[in-house]
């Protein structure tokens, strides 16, 4: 892919890096979280702290067992940039850190983080659920005559993706068709098109727009695959309707984008798209919890351990969680019962985290809710069965 564009100075964090830090690493797993400041004497601070965390990382994996040399390769890439100058030049508002033996991320979002280390069997990632309805990822397709784009973005990243089958232009798309004219056309007050040729004739056939159109579409559906977030079109205000009505493609977003836009670049374009896709990304969380109050009895769970469980097994469609402090639990290894601690022991996990876990990587929704969303629980689930 084309480099990432950072609106703002944060990283992209959605379902795919979340479910990526759930997946299952060679442990033990570091998680790092700490609120960070994007102006003021405050700033000079952050590189401090960071380095006050990642020395607390280092005691408690020094008492789980590890050499001096092992805690010093898990920590080494995220120690390169306590002192990195560049890195501290475009700060966010939170940073998240993830290191386990041969592996690292890190990520500056736009959410104040609770400072927090933790060296466990898994990473935690709680603390992030709130960006997947802020930062819900979405798609914007350029399309002109001449040049075909396509992005992935969210409220504050934009990245350009391979066209893969996608066609680059109209003479890409309709080769091997005989055109008898050079063809130019211009917007007439922003909502509709002309053409001019150079040849007789003049107009060009609205069947050949037609399948130009289509041949993108046709592109798009096998490059997405069964993505379904948002697609946001950019074009001429005479192509999109065209497009809306032949796509298959199951969200394309009403609004578009209306111009050419050849020459403009990635960060204009997402700043005409992020008010039209903004009121979609948060209709997902809205339309959660209004599923959630009208699903019968028997398709929702609000006991932790029940949801836990349900996660676990793949149950769990749609998992509404709130922010605070953890529920310890346990999980049973012979039996899969789950089990809630009054205080954290062995093998003692959050079961919080343990069900947001479960639910994306078993392709489940997941929302950070208010407690007084959920009437003061600290967890919901809408059940598959």
Same mark, same amino acid.
């Given at each position: ?31 790092? &979280? ?9 700033? /000079? /601070? ?38 990195? +100058? ?20 890190? &990520? ?18 709680? /603390? ?47 080769? !091997?068709?005989? &055109? ?16 001019? +040729? ?125 922010? +605070? ?38 392709? +489940?929704?997941? &929302? ?7 009437? !003061? ?9």
């Amino acid at each position: 892919m084309a480099k990432r564009i950072l609106i703002g100075g944060v990283d992209q964090v959605g379902v795919q890096e979340l479910k990526e830090l759930a997946s299952p690493h060679e442990g033990p797993c570091v998680s790092i &979280f700490m609120p960070t400041h994007r102006t003021g004497p405050d700033t /000079q /601070q952050d590189p401090v702290l960071l380095a006050e965390l990642l020395d607390d990382a280092a005691a408690q994996l020094s008492s789980q067992g590890l050499s001096e040399n092992e805690v010093d390769e898990i920590l080494a890439p995220h120690r390169t940039i306590v002192d990195d +100058g560049e890195f501290w030049k475009y700060p966010a508002d939170g940073l998240a850190l993830y290191c386990a033996p041969s592996y690292h991320r890190r &990520f500056k979002v736009q959410l104040t983080l609770t400072e927090a280390v933790n060296t466990g069997t898994s990473f935690l990632i709680r /603390q992030l659920l709130p960006l997947l309805t802020s930062d819900t990822r979405f798609y914007l397709l350029a399309i002109s005559q001449n040049h075909v784009k396509l992005y992935q973005a969210t409220e504050h990243t934009m990245e350009e993706m391979k066209l893969g089958p996608i066609p680059g232009s109209m003479d890409q798309a309709l080769e !091997g068709e005989v &055109f008898q004219r050079q063809v130019q056309y211009r917007s007439v007050n922003n909502r509709t098109i002309q053409y001019f +040729g150079s040849g007789t004739g003049g107009e060009v056939e609205k069947q050949s727009v037609e399948r130009f159109l289509r041949a993108i579409d046709h592109g798009v559906i096998e490059q997405l695959g069964t993505d379904r977030h948002p697609l946001v079109l950019a074009s001429v205000a005479y192509y999109a309707p065209l497009y809306r009505e032949m796509s298959n493609y199951p969200n394309v977003v009403e609004e578009c984008v209306e111009g050419n836009h050849d020459y403009e670049n990635p960060r204009e374009l997402h700043e005409h798209a992020w008010p039209i896709v903004a009121p979609y990304l948060e209709a997902a969380r809205r339309q959660a919890l209004e599923r959630l109050h009208e699903a019968p009895t028997a398709r929702i769970a609000t006991i932790i351990s029940d949801v836990v469980a349900s996660a676990r097994e793949g149950g769990v469609d749609t998992l509404l969680v709130t922010a +605070g402090p953890p529920v310890w639990g346990r999980v049973d290894p012979a039996t899969e019962v789950v089990e809630e601690l009054e205080e954290p022991g062995e093998d003692a996990e959050d079961l919080l985290e343990s069900a947001a876990a479960f639910t994306l990587l078993n392709d +489940g929704k997941v &929302f950070a809710v208010d407690p007084a969303e959920l009437d !003061g629980a600290r967890i919901a689930a809408i059940l598959r069965f």
